[in-house]
């Protein structure tokens, strides 16, 4: 595999293939595993993420790297291999998240600032003997009819930024996240302000890119969709997709090899749905493709509910998550091919 990050950032989206996000913090795993009865240990996590980096058809074919978390990076497979091997075996990128979360924002009620950049050049480097070729930061943008702020989609910009350099200079591919949030009440995040806010957030996020002096060529954005609040869902996957494409086509330069949407706030069909919208109707610049979290995992969660002889249902489950959201990204796909598999 070739160790220049522009090679890394095209492959990482490159074919239809997407990126798996197995980087749940170990609170985050606990409330996943609390919803199938299984305590979350780390025998019990790693049972669980070997399931699916063992599902031969869906790594293969369908997933181009995957965003793991510090323990798991370092962790092994029952027989011992490495996971990091795991990946690499199915011609996968292991990534990291290398952000320890977001945090209340001094001075604005409301809104979070991601933290972690102290010590960050030093952890990357371990990151990098360990394997890893990418690495995730996700900024967090609350939006009611107030928020955001300038200040905090600032703070958090410059954040994503400076993370951004430490990575290139570590020769790992930076994922930038800046997501605004799926959950403002209803009548304050229509699909008009979601557009509003998610172009303001990705014009102050490539400024402060620019004034860094990223390597546009060597990162992959990974947004949110232009859509309307989850607890007032209105508008159409075709609206979904017109307003998602306006908004990065202001605002995301061409240079960006590609952009793997998160799955926040959508149902899983919903982001296979939207995705497939977006590449089938639109002649766009960059390669697009899914980060896909919940979106991925969740039936396969649910099938393999922590038993060994349930591994195989589990994998299944996630090998046709996974193709799905592999057509969406060549836009393909149908509802009929979803009830078809």
Same mark, same amino acid.
């Given at each position: 595999?070739?160790?220049?990050?522009?090679?890394?950032?095209?492959?990482?989206?490159?074919?239809?293939?997407?990126?798996?996000?197995?980087?749940?913090?170990?609170?985050?795993?606990?409330?996943?595993?609390?919803?199938?009865?299984?305590?979350?240990?780390?025998?019990?996590?790693?049972?669980?993420?070997?399931?699916?980096?063992?599902?031969?058809? $869906?790594?293969?074919?369908?997933?181009? /790297? %995957? =965003?793991?978390?510090?323990? &798991? !990076?370092?962790?092994?497979? @029952?027989?011992?291999?490495?996971?990091?091997?795991?990946?690499?075996?199915?011609?996968?990128?292991?990534?990291?998240?290398?952000?320890?979360?977001?945090k209340p924002l001094a001075g604005f009620p409301g809104e979070t600032i991601t933290e972690g950049l102290d010590g960050l050049a030093d952890r990357l480097a371990k990151y990098y003997?360990?394997? $890893?070729?990418?690495?995730?930061?996700? /900024? %967090? =943008?609350?939006?009611?009819? &107030? !928020?955001?702020?300038?200040? @905090?989609?600032?703070?958090?910009?410059?954040?994503?930024?400076?993370?951004?350099?430490?990575?290139?200079?570590?020769?790992?591919?930076?994922?930038?996240?800046?997501?605004?949030?799926?959950?403002?009440?209803?009548?304050?995040?229509?699909?008009?302000?979601?557009?509003?806010?998610?172009?303001?957030?990705?014009?102050?996020?490539?400024?402060?890119?620019?004034?860094?002096?990223?390597?546009?060529?060597?990162?992959? !954005?990974?947004?949110?969709?232009?859509?309307?609040?989850?607890?007032?869902?209105?508008?159409?996957?075709?609206?979904?997709?017109?307003?998602?494409?306006?908004?990065?086509?202001?605002?995301?330069?061409?240079?960006?090899?590609?952009?793997?949407?998160?799955?926040?706030?959508?149902?899983?069909?919903?982001?296979?749905?939207?995705?497939?919208?977006?590449?089938?109707?639109?002649?766009?610049?960059?390669?697009?493709?899914?980060?896909?979290?919940?979106?991925?995992?969740?039936?396969?969660?649910?099938?393999?509910g922590g038993k060994p002889e349930n591994v195989a249902a589990g994998q299944r489950a996630?090998?046709?998550?996974?193709?799905?959201?592999?057509?969406?990204?060549?836009?393909?796909?149908?509802?009929?091919?979803?009830?078809?598999?």
């Amino acid at each position: 595999m070739s160790e220049r990050i522009e090679d890394i950032a095209v492959k990482m989206v490159a074919g239809g293939k997407g990126l798996l996000a197995a980087d749940e913090s170990t609170a985050t795993n606990k409330k996943r595993f609390d919803t199938i009865s299984l305590v979350s240990t780390e025998e019990s996590r790693r049972d669980y993420r070997e399931m699916l980096f063992r599902s031969e058809d $869906a790594m293969k074919k369908y997933i181009s /790297g %995957v =965003i793991l978390y510090e323990e &798991t !990076l370092f962790q092994k497979a @029952a027989n011992g291999t490495p996971f990091v091997d795991v990946i690499r075996a199915a011609d996968s990128i292991p990534g990291i998240k290398v952000d320890i979360g977001a945090k209340p924002l001094a001075g604005f009620p409301g809104e979070t600032i991601t933290e972690g950049l102290d010590g960050l050049a030093d952890r990357l480097a371990k990151y990098y003997e360990a394997g $890893a070729r990418f690495a995730k930061w996700r /900024g %967090v =943008i609350a939006i009611s009819d &107030t !928020l955001p702020t300038y200040g @905090a989609v600032k703070a958090n910009a410059h954040a994503l930024a400076r993370y951004a350099a430490l990575c290139q200079q570590a020769k790992i591919v930076p994922i930038v996240e800046p997501e605004v949030l799926m959950d403002g009440e209803p009548g304050t995040q229509d699909l008009d302000r979601s557009e509003e806010v998610t172009r303001w957030t990705l014009q102050i996020v490539f400024q402060e890119l620019a004034e860094a002096r990223i390597k546009l060529e060597g990162m992959i !954005l990974k947004p949110s969709m232009v859509i309307d609040g989850k607890k007032a869902r209105k508008a159409s996957v075709e609206q979904v997709a017109e307003r998602t494409v306006k908004v990065l086509k202001e605002t995301v330069p061409s240079a960006v090899p590609g952009i793997a949407f998160l799955s926040g706030g959508q149902s899983t069909e919903e982001a296979t749905a939207h995705l497939s919208a977006i590449n089938s109707g639109y002649d766009l610049p960059w390669q697009v493709t899914f980060s896909y979290g919940r979106a991925l995992q969740d039936s396969a969660l649910k099938a393999w509910g922590g038993k060994p002889e349930n591994v195989a249902a589990g994998q299944r489950a996630f090998a046709h998550r996974a193709e799905m959201n592999y057509l969406a990204a060549k836009g393909s796909w149908t509802k009929d091919r979803e009830q078809a598999a």
